[in-house]
């Protein structure tokens, strides 16, 4: 799918046969710039392809977004990507780095990639294709269901994540974490404080507090899979703070988490603010 002031699809969808790669190779090396950057009228065009495939079953539904411009006209914030996953990828200096990231943040598991120079394109292509190629699990979800009425929890906070989109169901606290497709091998880090009541009144003595059951669900080659059995979240709460063994270890393993998405934070707010321009405030 190519775009400029309006899109246009070139090719029907195939495998990629040795006679495909050849037939495409010569449909890219005879395209040239011109007009517009209407991202907007691509992505709509790259989701009505995959809307209308005939073979869906067992097969993940992704787009490869790639801009070097401004997007004018149109804008492709509005566009609902559904359950299909957009690899965004923006060349050169003067691509909005911002768009494509906000592009890429509202399709489950979508990523952006910077590409300085052609140069380096490889890489972030490579390691995405490696990906796709050895999905393991699809639709991915994690639910958190708190024991308010029986337990020891308050609320419950999930923090905000880049790779998984977070639900909560006003009337139940019921929390439903959607991790979308996970490759072989890939692990998702995910912050959750839970706020516990204050038990000091009633209770002076050592004992096992229940806060939530955990429960993970997904499909594999295109079939749901039955849900795992739910696993009791709970701590050990004593009258002063817990010495158990591990405690400390895992502390650190949420200190070290916490501080890599504030590290995080800090470059994507330094990115803003080079691309408005604006370098004293770096």
């Known amino acids: 799918v190519t775009f400029s002031n309006d899109a246009a699809r070139l090719t029907p969808l195939r495998s990629m046969t040795p006679a495909a790669q050849t037939e495409l190779k010569a449909v890219v090396d005879g395209l040239a ?3 517009w950057t209407n991202i907007q009228a691509g992505l709509e ?17 992704n787009i490869f977004l790639m801009s070097d411009g401004e997007q004018k006209p149109g804008d492709a914030r509005q566009v609902d990507p559904g359950q299909v996953a957009i690899y965004t990828f923006g060349f050169g200096k003067d691509t909005n780095h911002q768009l494509m990231s906000d592009i890429a943040k509202k399709s489950p598991g979508g990523t952006f990639s910077s590409v300085p120079d052609g140069s380096t394109v490889t890489l972030p292509f490579s390691q995405l294709l490696a990906g796709l190629l050895t999905v393991v699990a699809q639709d991915v979800e994690l639910t958190l269901t708190p024991k308010t009425d029986d ?7 999930v923090a905000p994540g ?13 929390v439903t ?32 507090a229940p806060l939530a059951e955990a429960q993970h669900s997904y499909t594999a080659q295109g079939r749901p899979r039955d849900p795992q059995p739910p696993q009791d979240i709970q701590i050990r709460r004593t009258p002063t703070p817990s010495q158990a063994p ?15 998405r504030n590290h995080a934070e800090a470059i994507r707010q330094a990115r803003l603010l080079a691309d408005k321009g604006d370098p004293e405030s770096l």
């Open 151 to 157: 337990g020891d929890v308050d609320t419950i906070v």
């Open 45 to 61: 065009t790259g989701l009505a392809v995959i809307a209308g495939r005939v073979n869906t079953k067992a097969r993940t539904a």
């Open 246 to 260: 591990g405690a400390s270890s895992k502390a650190r393993q949420v200190q070290a988490e916490i501080a890599r």
């Open 162 to 174: 880049t790779d998984y989109k977070t639900t909560t169901d006003a009337a139940t606290g019921v």
């Open 33 to 35: 710039a011109g007009g």
């Open 177 to 208: 974490i959607a991790f979308g497709t996970l490759f072989a091998g890939e692990g998702r880090r995910v912050v959750i404080t839970l706020t516990l009541k204050d038990v000091s009144a009633t209770n002076n003595e050592e004992y096992d």
